[in-house]
């Protein structure tokens, strides 16, 4: 079993910046894809960003290409997600995910595990 948590999120003004941390426990990452995905209100949870196991292939949403960064550290079992030039269209629950045997990384069923979630509310 893993247990994944985030942290990170937070209230930030409009241009601002964040990183996110997506900390695993209870087994290794290394072998699993990881991804982040958000959820506004009254939305369906939406794909953010994937990094392969090894961290070799990134792959990005249209609305945050150019401007979001996903990395991991194998070593310290932690993924992250750095965010650039907020928006207030990003404001939104974002969740960690991790998956062993992901195809489709886009799509959230191809995930084993997930996160509680870590609010980021963005202002203008």
């Known amino acids: 079993q893993v247990q994944l948590v985030e942290s990170g999120g937070g209230l930030v003004q409009t241009g601002g910046s964040l990183r996110l941390s997506c900390a695993a426990s209870g087994r290794t990452l290394s072998g699993s894809a990881m991804a982040w995905f958000r959820q506004a209100p009254g939305n369906e949870r939406e794909f953010v960003a994937a990094i392969t196991w090894n961290g070799g292939n990134t792959l990005y949403a249209d609305s945050v290409k150019g401007r979001f960064i996903i990395s991991r550290d194998n070593a310290k079992n932690t993924v992250y997600l750095r965010m650039n030039s907020l928006k207030p269209e990003d404001t939104a629950v974002y969740y960690c995910?991790?998956?062993?045997?992901?195809?489709?990384?886009?799509?959230?069923?191809?995930?084993?595990?997930w996160g509680q979630g870590t609010q980021v509310t963005v202002f203008s």
């Open positions: 995910a991790a998956g062993r045997d992901v195809k489709h990384y886009y799509t959230s069923y191809q995930y084993d595990y």
